[in-house]
Nanobody, 119 residues
Framework: QVELVESGGGAVQAGGSLRLSCAAS??????MGWFRQAPGQEREGVAA???????INADSVKGRFTISRDSEKNTVYLQMNSLKPEDTAMYYC???????????????WGRGTQVTVSS
């Protein structure tokens, strides 16, 4: 059974950093992505990475967030720097055949990890 487990969330002050991890088991998908959802808002794509290392980043996080993956460990990471209060959300890991920032392109989802940024 395919499972994605996120970790690394927490509470930080604005300007701080966090590193999220997502460990996948049961199957290796071509693409992995990070999404986030704040209360009352739609889930949005943050970053994605293909099996050959091609990355996509949302405009809102360019220059601040970096997605990477360790294929041997079947784990994807999201390094988040210069965090802002508007980055506060539940962050979800997703896996699928296509690297994109669209929810419809992903098949498997994790349960999420909370990130809270205070001003």
């Amino acid at each position: 059974q395919v499972e994605l487990v996120e970790s690394g969330g927490g509470a930080v002050q604005a300007g701080g950093s966090l590193r999220l991890s997502c460990a996948a088991s049961g199957y290796t998908y071509t693409a992995m992505g990070w999404f986030r959802q704040a209360p009352g808002q739609e889930r949005e794509g943050v970053a994605a990475i293909s099996n050959d290392g091609l990355t996509i980043n949302a405009d809102s996080v360019k220059g601040r967030f970096t997605i990477s993956r360790d294929s041997e460990k079947n784990t994807v990471y999201l390094q988040m720097n210069s965090l802002k209060p508007e980055d506060t959300a539940m962050y979800y890991c997703a896996a699928g055949p296509f690297a994109s920032l669209q929810r419809r392109d992903y098949i498997k989802w994790g349960r999420g990890t909370q990130v809270t940024v205070s001003s």
